[in-house]
């Protein structure tokens, strides 16, 4: 075995022999975790918390229609009405 080529070798790549470092010399309140948040990150979380704070349902737009319900002034209108299930159904096939 040629012990003079192995170190040839180490000598090329740089390798070298690992030494272990001892625990007692670093600590662990050296050492402290770290969060950082990109622009983009904290808009989305800016974004996301108004969503969840949003109500799911306008009431006041609820309101208006029910009323016009219950008071019988409430119309469809006959040609939007049949242009959005056409569009609905032309999705489906």
Known sequence: M???AY????NIYGTKKISRTDS???SAASFGDQLLLSSTAKDA????QAVAE?????EDLVSSLKQQIDSDTYE??????????LEK???LV
Do not use: H, M
């Open 89 to 91: 159904y032309n999705g």
């Open 2 to 4: 040629r012990i003079d």
């Open 54 to 58: 949003a109500p799911d349902v306008r």
């Open 7 to 10: 170190n040839q070798i180490q």
């Open 76 to 85: 469809v209108d006959v040609d939007d009405f049949a242009g959005k299930l």
């Open 45 to 48: 979380a800016i974004a996301k």
């Open 24 to 26: 007692s010399k670093t």
